[in-house]
């Protein structure tokens, strides 16, 4: 929308007062750097021009400052910290990315910004010591988002009591950091490919209890059963290597939303579903194998609160999805909508290897699977051809 506003502006006196007009008192978000460009920025009218744009959000609640480069040499990040806090007054958000500026710097944040509700930090020069300054002096920040700055997690210790949302993406380098145990946090994200999943949620349930929405993606989780959050209502886990033991452990009966991509099998996921017999939503990704069977049927008719799935399934070979019965062969998929009719939506992807040709006849059926679909019901099918990378 801003960009056609900045037109708008030129076009006539009156288009320029009614465009100047909705960036006033509309525009709450604000980029500077890479969306806001000019041919030549070398001189001080450049500056001026570009401050003159900024003053005009003065509604402005959300503030990213990317990148600048050559595009806005005239224009220190510091010249821009203090000129927003002159004339932004209501900015709640900042989002600081690709800075190439000395430590020093990033003291003026909490300066200009006291009140800040929300933080994010993006590929910074940055470690524990100085975000940690950052956090004493911001109390009232209430969501963080660290990505790609070389921290190991110990500035977290001095996050406020305010904060219940932290988000950290960490550099592909194997370490064992230091997660930001608060029982203030109820909605955790963390991305750390190598990270070691298993002590990640072994941590996570001895130590943050009132999480209300936990997001992992990382290498390995062996026992997902040591996992057992009283207040957990959805989570996300995205992993290469991914084991849900059997066992007595605890069934999490708050748990509505629950997102799957891993290397698993059928056992394995209908395990793990078991432990959360309230599921309204379901997304599941496979990225190896055919997860459709009658067990697991059956197991997804159990979750009577289930009303949305999302299921993207590895077919390898079209026999996988042919069920039999008492000597009769059924499309699996037939017997999935007639057995989940309770089931409001339904999107199911399959990934497929091979010749189409060798899918003919399971194409064929699956488009009478729509006339089997309730009247109140959303099923949505797609066949998404796989090349081996053999």
């Known amino acids: 929308m801003?960009?056609?506003?900045?037109?708008?502006?030129?076009?006539?006196?009156?288009?320029?007062?009614?465009?100047d007009f909705v960036l006033k008192s509309r525009c709450e978000s604000l980029v500077i750097g890479r969306k806001?460009?000019?041919?030549?920025?070398?001189?001080?009218s450049a500056k001026d021009k570009l401050f003159t744009i900024i003053s005009m959000y003065k509604c402005a609640k959300k503030v990213e400052l990317k990148s600048m480069g050559l595009s806005l040499s005239c224009v220190t990040f510091e010249n821009i910290l203090i000129f927003c806090k002159q004339n932004l007054e209501e900015v709640e958000s900042l989002h600081i990315s690709d800075q190439q500026c000395n430590t020093l710097t990033y003291g003026l944040i909490p300066k200009c910004f006291p009140c800040l509700k929300q933080l994010r930090l993006d590929s910074l020069q940055l470690n524990d010591e100085h975000v940690a300054e950052l956090f004493d002096f911001l109390p009232y920040l209430e969501r963080i988002i660290v990505h790609y700055v070389d921290i190991t997690g110990s500035c977290f210790k001095n996050m406020g009591e305010f904060v219940c949302s932290v988000e950290w993406f960490v550099?592909?380098?194997?370490?064992?950091?230091?997660?930001p145990f608060s029982v203030n946090v109820r909605d955790f994200c963390f991305f750390g490919i190598h990270a070691d999943g298993q002590c990640l949620i072994e941590m996570v349930t001895d130590k943050m209890r009132n999480l209300e929405r936990l997001d992992i993606n990382c290498q390995t989780i062996y026992n997902v059963d040591s996992l057992y959050l009283d207040m957990l209502e959805e989570l996300t886990l995205n992993v290469e290597i991914?084991?849900?033991?059997?066992s007595d452990a605890p069934i999490m009966n708050r748990l509505t939303t629950l997102k799957l991509c891993a290397n698993f099998d059928t056992k394995d996921l209908i395990v793990l579903l078991m432990k959360f017999p309230n599921i309204e939503k379901l997304w599941?990704?496979?990225?190896?194998?055919?997860?459709?069977s009658s067990q697991l049927i059956n197991a997804l008719k159990t979750l009577r609160f289930l009303w949305n799935i999302w299921f993207t399934d590895v077919l390898e070979c079209a026999s996988n999805y042919m069920?039999?019965?008492?000597?009769?062969?059924?499309?699996?998929l037939i017997v999935l909508v007639e057995s989940l009719h309770f089931v409001q939506e339904l999107k199911w992807i399959i990934k497929y290897y091979g010749n189409e040709a060798e899918y003919s006849q399971l194409f064929d059926e699956c488009k009478e699977i729509r006339e089997k679909t309730k009247k109140n019901q959303v099923f949505w099918l797609s066949f998404v051809q796989e090349t081996s990378d053999e």
Do not use: H, M, Q, W
Not at 3 to 19: E, H, I, N, Q
């Open 36 to 44: 806001i460009s000019f041919t030549e920025l070398y001189d001080n």
């Open 284 to 292: 599941v990704e496979s990225k190896c194998c055919t997860l459709l």
């Open 323 to 332: 069920f039999e019965e008492d000597g009769v062969k059924t499309n699996g």
């Open 242 to 246: 991914f084991k849900c033991i059997a």
């Open 171 to 179: 550099n592909e380098r194997s370490f064992n950091p230091n997660f």
């Open 2 to 19: 801003t960009p056609d506003l900045f037109v708008l502006r030129l076009v006539s006196r009156d288009t320029k007062t009614a465009a």
